[in-house]
């Protein structure tokens, strides 16, 4: 494929998900049309159903599109720190705090989050594998670096992951800014107290 074309429907696909998240946050998936989104896009149905084979899929693109942007500010927040226990606490925070804002400003993703339609289930199953994949390896990071304590590193992920996903759940339902910092650093403080070292971690030097 030429490369000039393949942007060209890279560029109008994205166009068609950028107005998409408006119309099913507005009017609500079952409500919603494959005419609504074609109208939304400035696009006649025939070319929405050129990139899609029903309303499902358009939703689940969306969903999966914000949710990788969800992983990649993790990502990119992660590269800024240095230490394991530094670096856990910027995973609970980025990750509940874009979540919740997600959810916050698009009724679709917060309906999608807290009901789990079976069509975007295995975006969010997505979602929980590349956290675990994240969280794995802070937590070897932090056994190597002598920071924090992971006998069995599979299973700290497992019961990370479950909290995480209870807290979400809540905060999405609660919908109160104040209320997400206060469970966020109740949450970092448990977590970090129960697998931490129990020495003085601003000397890390001698790590």
């Not at 609970?92 to 917060?110: C, D, G, N, Q, V």
């Not at 199953?125 to 994240?134: A, C, P, S, V």
């Not at 390896?137 to 019961?159: F, H, K, R």
């Amino acid at each position: 494929m030429n490369v000039q074309i393949g942007m060209n429907l890279k560029n109008s696909k994205e166009a068609i998900l950028n107005q998409a998240l408006g119309i099913f946050s507005r009017l609500g998936f079952h409500k919603t049309t494959m005419a609504d989104i074609a109208s939304a896009s400035n696009r006649g149905r025939r070319t929405i159903y050129t990139y899609f084979k029903s309303k499902e899929e358009v939703y689940e693109a969306v969903v999966e599109r914000e949710l990788d942007k969800v992983l990649d500010v993790i990502r990119l927040k992660l590269e800024e720190v240095e230490f394991a226990d530094s670096k856990l606490e910027v995973y609970l925070e980025t990750r509940l705090k874009s979540i919740i804002e997600l959810t916050k400003f698009h009724e679709a993703l917060r309906i999608a989050y807290s009901y789990n339609y079976k069509h975007v289930e295995s975006i969010r199953q997505k979602l929980d594998i590349e956290g675990n994949t994240i969280l794995k390896s802070i937590l070897e990071l932090g056994v190597q670096q002598n920071i924090l304590i992971a006998d069995d590193v599979d299973i700290v992920v497992e019961t990370l992951s479950i909290i995480i996903r209870g807290i979400e759940f809540i905060l999405i339902k609660e919908d109160k800014e104040q209320l997400t910092d206060l469970h966020i650093q109740s949450m970092q403080a448990l977590i970090l107290n129960g697998l931490t070292k129990k020495y003085p971690l601003n000397n890390k030097s001698c790590i």
